[in-house]
């Protein structure tokens, strides 16, 4: 009876996480009539997967093209830099002892729990004074703003539980600082620097609010704010199921990610949540 009921709690747990994924997927092979009409089900009207043009039409459409381009850059960047200096920020935090380093910790995890929404204002005036407003670096600084201070929580707690014997052996054996760092210290905590990079990569690639705000054309505008303009070939009529082919194009990448790396997630994730 328990295996039952577990069984029967995990099914209604993926209908109701899945069940919005799959109703996308049915409206991106739906054509704009059968949505019109309110064609229930999970097929298109006429019973065959003819939306697959959803998806050529959507494909062959050059803001989606760039916008795609512009959130790939724009999010293998901020992961880049975000992940180097969050390395190195936590490093520092997990091995050294100097004045105020609690109140450092503390200003990161404040920065962190910021509504994004109240600094929207104030970023769009100086990035038009600064002149980086509509560019890649006008999206990458906030994101690396938002990431900075989770990535700099879970690696340093990564680093903490490194013994620091084994740094000062490598330093026995003839190794730098530098080299102990980055050939002993870094490889030991890479399930940390994977979930750091992968956290932000997700925030930048999903980003919606700096995406459409701090954004005025296709020159760096990422794929949520691009989805928000994309009107097809009738402007007073909101492409239902091309939207819902790009969403799902969207999608693919952050599912590649989480496909190759759910290992590496997983044991970034749950690490140091049992001792023994």
Known sequence: MKKFGIAVGVLVILVWCLLPVAWIISMSFKDELSITNGNPGFLPSDGTFAGWENYRAVWDNDQFRRAIFNSIGISLI????????????????????????????????????????????????????????????????????????????TLSAFFREIPWE?????????????????????????PGVFTAAILTFFFAWNDFVFGISLTSTEAARPIPASLAFFVGSDPFNRPASLLAAAAVIATIPIIVVVLIFQRKIVAGLTSGAVKG
């Open 78 to 153: 901020a992961t880049v830099l975000s992940v180097i200096v969050a390395t190195l920020a936590a490093y520092a935090i997990a091995r050294l002892e100097f004045t105020g380093k609690k109140l450092v910790l503390t200003m990161a995890l404040a920065i962190a729990m910021f509504p994004v929404v109240s600094l929207v204002g104030p970023l769009f005036d100086m990035w038009r004074a600064f002149g980086i407003y509509d560019t890649w670096p006008g999206l990458i600084i906030p994101y690396m703003s938002f990431t900075l201070p989770l990535a700099i929580w």
């Open 166 to 190: 084994m740094e000062q052996a490598a330093q026995v054996d003839g190794a730098t600082s530098w080299q102990a760092f980055r050939k002993v210290i870094v490889p030991l905590a890479a």
